[in-house]
């Protein structure tokens, strides 16, 4: 799969954005498809993913009840969309497609591998 990330900006505290992930070259619903992040100085970190192998989704602490994945399988597109935006969800935004772990295991906000990687896109929340 090719990845291409679309819909970062600078948006104000408690604004709304929505990222996309569309995929070129594969189907999206063959992988596990997760939005990490990675703001300057800190370490990359999964917010959000979406399971190939039976659609669930699961959400970082930091986000639960503020930010929604959802996969529109028509246009072969991912999406996040955030709420109650917090300046410190400020960071350069990335969806990877990759596999599922194991049943039993870790959720796919950490996927085994990671076979393709957007370029990303810039969320700032600033007022």
């Known amino acids: 799969a090719q990845l291409a990330e679309s819909g970062g900006d600078l948006v104000q505290p408690g604004g709304s954005l929505r990222l996309s992930c569309a995929a070129s070259?594969?189907?999206?619903?063959?992988?596990?498809i997760t939005w990490f992040r990675q703001a300057p100085g800190k370490e990359r970190e999964g917010v959000s993913c979406?399971?190939?192998?039976?659609?669930?989704?699961y959400y970082a602490d930091s986000v639960k009840g503020r930010f929604t994945i959802s996969r529109d399988s028509g246009k072969n597109t991912v999406y996040l969309q955030m709420n109650s935006l917090k300046p410190e969800d400020t960071a350069v935004y990335y969806c990877?497609?990759?596999?599922?772990?194991?049943?039993?295991?870790?959720?796919?906000?950490?996927?085994?591998?990671?076979?393709?990687w957007g370029q990303g896109t810039q969320v700032t929340v600033s007022s």
């Open positions: 070259g594969s189907t999206l619903e063959y992988y596990a």
């Open positions: 979406i399971s190939s192998s039976h659609g669930g989704t």
């Open positions: 990877a497609a990759g596999g599922d772990p194991p049943p039993g295991g870790r959720s796919c906000l950490f996927p085994p591998f990671i076979v393709d």
